[in-house]
């Protein structure tokens, strides 16, 4: 028991060193790329025909006629003080003052996105699973190979022209009706405030805006948990077990859902967690097609106007994220598995 023990805290061990080594790469590989692409973030502040001692003034001023080398040390010591910059864009707001007021719309809409996906997902993968060689297996195959070809904005566009010119079902954009005061409340996440405090119209009406960009994102993502249901549910019935319920004349649904899906879901609880720790900066597609207010909508700003505090400290952030949720789940598994410790 003893030995276990110590395998599990050397196992968590290792993950927790390589956390920082994760962020450190990720801040450098994006430090380098942002300088290494063309554009100057001078010329997006003053424009191309600024004079240029304006220009001079403005890059000294940023610190960015400093070597490289000096520049990536001053960011890697304001880093390690977590002092992510402050915007060169937005009249000096700070990184951390866009993330508190963008971050919470990317959690909301991963949040419903990753709810859909993993509902559609896993009924989609467990019929197709318990169905094997039928037309609804080769209908799982499909609809897994189509969602995780089919693109992101292009997909995002054709609900919009549907549900939303076509029919007028939905909203195109936005997160809340511009006019209209959002539910108030600590959290920025308008389902809960709204709930929070007791009010059901715009508790409705955030779902109402939720719901294109949410499916969009949901649906494409479902063909992953489709596949990776549908695979290990497929192994998991031909286990003896199973062969053992069956013999003893179990119903074939209680079968699948009962006891084979839970033993399937292993594997799915890791691609959960990953997916959506990846969607929390990945979602950029979706919210620029819906022009959701979320953080990676900002990102993309940042990238456009080659603002490189904003992008450097957002990526740190994502790739912050990432790593710790890599961490729990590696250290969820290895408690459940102890062959993942050797």
């Known amino acids: ?16 060193l390589l956390a920082p080594l994760m962020i450190w790469t990720i801040t ?12 100057d973030p001078v010329d997006a502040l003053l424009g191309p025909r600024a004079p240029e001692s304006a220009k001079a003034a403005l890059r000294s001023q940023l610190g960015l006629d400093a070597p490289l080398w000096q520049q990536y040390f001053n960011y890697l010591g304001k880093l390690l003080n977590l002092d992510l910059g402050s915007s060169l864009t937005s009249q000096g707001q700070t990184v951390w003052q866009i993330i508190r007021a963008h971050f919470p719309a990317t959690v909301e809409l991963t ?3 990753l709810l859909i996906a993993a509902v559609v997902g896993l009924t989609v993968g467990a019929i197709a699973a318990s169905r094997p060689n039928t037309p609804l297996d080769a209908g799982g195959r499909l609809f897994g190979i189509i969602t995780y070809a089919v693109p992101m904005y292009w997909f995002g566009m054709l609900l919009q ?15 809340f009706p511009l006019g209209q005061s959002p539910p108030p409340g600590p959290t920025g996440l308008y389902l809960l405030d709204s709930l929070l405090h007791g009010s059901l119209a715009q508790f409705g009406t955030t779902l109402y805006y939720l719901a294109l960009p949410s499916l969009t994102l949901g649906i494409l993502i479902s063909g992953v948990f489709e596949r990776i249901v549908r695979v290990n549910l497929k192994q998991t019935l031909q286990a003896d077990y199973v062969e053992a319920a069956r013999a003893r004349g179990i119903p074939e649904f209680r079968i699948v859902t009962v006891h084979a899906l839970r033993n399937a879901m292993i594997p799915v609880i890791t691609i959960l967690g990953l997916t959506f720790a990846s969607l929390l900066g990945g979602a950029v597609l979706t919210e620029v097609t819906f022009s959701w207010p979320g953080l990676a909508n900002r990102l993309f700003e940042a990238i456009s106007q080659r603002d490189y505090p904003v992008v450097q400290g957002l990526m740190v952030f994502f790739g912050g994220i990432v790593a710790i949720v890599s961490i729990l789940i590696d250290i969820l598994n290895a408690y459940v598995d102890p062959r993942i410790r050797y």
């Open 28 to 39: 450098t590989v994006v430090f380098l790329l942002m300088r290494a692409t063309p554009g």
């Open 161 to 175: 022209l549907l549900f939303a010119v076509q029919l007028r079902w939905f909203p195109i954009g936005t997160r």
């Open 1 to 16: 028991m003893a030995t276990r023990s110590n395998a599990l805290r050397i196992y968590v061990l290792s993950r927790l």
């Open 111 to 113: 949040l419903c996105g």
